[in-house]
């Protein structure tokens, strides 16, 4: 293999690849923060020359330079960097990215993980597009550069080693329950409860930031998918195809939910000893969950009746009709509550 060194240059052009253009070149090593002109992007693409950015330091060390290209154009890598493009159309196609918005990632080797690049429409997406970057966030591999939200697939994936892919989006249905504070409730759709089930929503930081992509750590490790506050949702699984799958799930589910409350009417619910059988089945595919270790009565979110007064959840075990010193107790407090409402409004 034939490399030839453009560390030092800070923008890469065609002038620049004029060796590479008389040579065998395979291989260009440039500097982590290089950018290429878009004609000398599209040279290194036609002659299937691979572009190894942060490569001083690579070279300096023991860990030949020829692995990494060997690992990104190896066929798992093809294959992965093809279902990427494939699912970047699905979530475009589905409206759940706008823009460059959106990015996924695969965890192809313990330090190793290829992702879609910055500044580019999921729908437009080409297998030589992609790139790879190490578990610190360094770009080992690919012409362009990397999606700045990768800091957070890398989080999930020291977080949860059973993660192998990220898909983050921003789906309008479930966007709009992570803008407004909320999380759907458990216990409505069988299919929901087995792929997804209980959501997590973490709080707002600025895209991009190490601190936004730690704010989902203390999630992922029992839910699939977390409502990012603010900002859209990310999933992951165990192939870049099932990620995307619970990404449809959550915003589906999310849609019918406010479909439903159009109509006016509550939400049945699937009662406790039929959400268990279906965390059995959730438990039996490997799909994480923190209603695991719960016991049966602690299953279900209660149903919200609008226009109910919210009472705490009783603890489980305790009897589900009220002494009739709870009844005078209750019925107390709302006298009171309506009293004071009136007096305030004299
Ligand atoms: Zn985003």
Redesign the pocket.
């Known amino acids: 293999m034939k490399s030839i060194d453009l560390t030092h240059e800070k923008v890469i052009t065609m002038g620049d690849l004029a060796a590479a253009a008389q040579a065998d070149t395979s291989e260009l090593l440039v500097s982590e923060s290089a950018v290429m002109t878009p004609s000398a992007l599209e040279f290194t693409e036609q002659r299937r020359i691979s572009v190894r950015r942060g490569a001083k330091a690579a070279a300096a060390t023991s860990s030949p330079s020829g692995a990494i290209h060997d690992l990104f154009t190896s066929p798992e890598a093809e294959a992965v960097k093809e279902e990427i493009c494939a699912v970047g159309r699905k979530l475009w196609q589905r409206q759940y990215v706008d823009g460059n918005?959106?990015?996924i990632s695969y965890r192809i080797g313990p330090n190793e993980v290829i992702c879609t690049p910055t500044l580019m429409s999921k729908a437009d997406l080409r297998p030589q597009d992609l790139c790879m970057v190490d578990l610190t966030g360094k770009q080992l591999a690919g012409g362009r550069p990397r999606t700045s939200?990768i800091l957070m697939h890398l989080e999930i994936y020291k977080e949860v080693p059973e993660a192998k892919s990220v898909v983050?989006?921003?789906p309008a249905h479930a966007t709009a329950y992570a803008i407004t504070g909320r999380v759907p409730p458990t216990c409505v759709i069988p299919e929901y409860e087995v792929f997804i089930g209980k959501v997590a929503l973490s709080p707002y930081e600025t895209?991009g930031t190490p601190e936004f992509a730690r704010t989902v750590i203390p999630f992922v490790r029992h839910h699939n998918t977390v409502l990012?506050g603010n900002?859209?949702i990310v999933c992951w699984g165990d192939t870049v195809t099932h990620a995307e799958w619970y990404a449809e799930v959550v915003d589906t589910y999310c849609w019918t939910l406010m479909l439903a409350a159009q109509l006016g009417a509550p939400v049945s619910h699937i009662t406790s000893d039929k959400a268990a059988d279906l965390l059995a089945i959730k438990k039996k595919l490997g799909l994480p969950d923190p209603r695991h270790e719960l016991k049966e009565c602690e299953l279900c979110d209660l149903p919200e009746i609008p226009g109910a007064i919210a009472i705490e959840p009783r603890p489980c075990g305790t009897p589900a009709s009220l002494s009739s010193d709870e009844i005078e107790a209750i019925v107390q407090a709302v006298t009171d509550r309506v009293m004071a409402a009136l007096q305030a409004k004299k």
Request: aromatic share 0%; charged share 10%.
């Open positions: 918005g959106g990015n939200e983050h989006c921003h895209p990012l900002h859209g």
